[in-house]
């Protein structure tokens, strides 16, 4: 079965189980901001298993489902858990998701993460909008054939990341009295942290953050024409800037305190949406 009646299939069977009414906003909740799929108004969750196609997590206590119901008065479909390439997907499988989004009529795309700090004139716990992007690993998620009635064969990514979203996101946080940070994330692989040399190369490239998420996925998304926001939650000190070592649990802590700041965010940025 080739690629477009897959991506036909898992969106027809969303909307059997949500209903076929517009969704404004897709939204992939990074680390720390999961809750909010429990947040939404007359939610509909349908778990990454049931959906024809979906690539899904056989590990235990790994929450993949959608939640698709309405928050701050918009019509949204979260992500709660997303698919990384240090899992073994592919860089094809991690984006499958995104393109079934755009399949099901969605333009808009809001994707969260967190990310390490590469700026030294920032600090762990800042928020960032991503202005750009640096992926240095040779895979793309659309290598191979170019299934044409998504996107064209090469195109532009000078528009991956969307102006009118970054200004909108910048000016949700002023009202809100938080500081926005903007710069570049860099993606790396995983899933071990980057080495403190890496860093540096890194920083010398004009990288202000690092990850291990969402350019796969702003990179289908610019090739399906998407509007697409990205905001990372600079949850430590990358490797080599800070002089302690790093660790996931730190990282999750950090997360779940930079949610009081990151949540009420999100929700007045989705509630004025301006696309
Ligand atoms: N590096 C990569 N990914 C991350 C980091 C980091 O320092 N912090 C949170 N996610």
Redesign the pocket.
């Known amino acids: 079965m080739d690629l477009i009646e897959c991506l036909k299939e898992s969106a027809a069977y969303i909307l059997t189980r949500c209903g076929t009414e517009n969704i404004d906003v897709a939204i992939v909740l990074g680390s720390g901001l999961g809750d909010l799929a429990e947040q939404l108004d007359r939610p509909v969750y349908i778990p990454y298993g049931d959906i024809p196609h979906f690539p899904f997590s056989t590990v235990q206590g790994h929450k993949g489902r959608l939640a698709i119901g309405y928050l701050e008065g918009k019509r949204v479909l979260c992500m709660q858990g997303r698919f990384h390439f240090y899992e073994g997907w592919s860089l094809q499988e991690c984006v499958y998701p995104i393109q079934t989004f755009k399949e099901m009529g969605i333009e808009n795309l809001f994707l969260t993460n ?3 700090c590469t700026n030294k004139d920032w600090k762990g716990g800042d928020l960032m909008v991503i202005s750009d992007h640096i992926k240095l690993m040779g895979d793309s998620p659309l290598r191979g054939p170019n299934p044409d009635a998504l996107g064209e064969r090469f195109f532009d990514m000078g528009s991956a990341w969307n102006k009118t979203l970054q200004e909108h996101a910048i000016s949700c946080g002023k009202e809100l009295g938080v500081e926005l940070r903007r710069g570049v994330y860099m993606f ?1 692989g995983g899933p071990q ?2 080495t403190p040399a890496e860093i540096r190369v890194a920083q010398l490239l004009g990288a202000d953050a ?3 998420s969402t350019v796969p996925e702003a990179i289908a998304a610019s090739h399906l024409k998407m509007n697409t926001l990205g905001i990372s939650a600079l ?2 000190m ?2 080599g800037v800070c002089e302690n070592s ?1 660790n996931h649990k730190e ?1 999750l802590e950090a997360g779940n305190k930079m949610k009081s700041t990151f949540q009420p965010l999100v929700r007045r940025i989705i509630k004025t949406w301006p696309l």
Do not use: Q, R, Y
Request: charged share 5%.
């Open positions: 967190a990310g390490g790396f942290f980057e690092v990850g291990m949850t430590n990358a490797a790093l990282v």
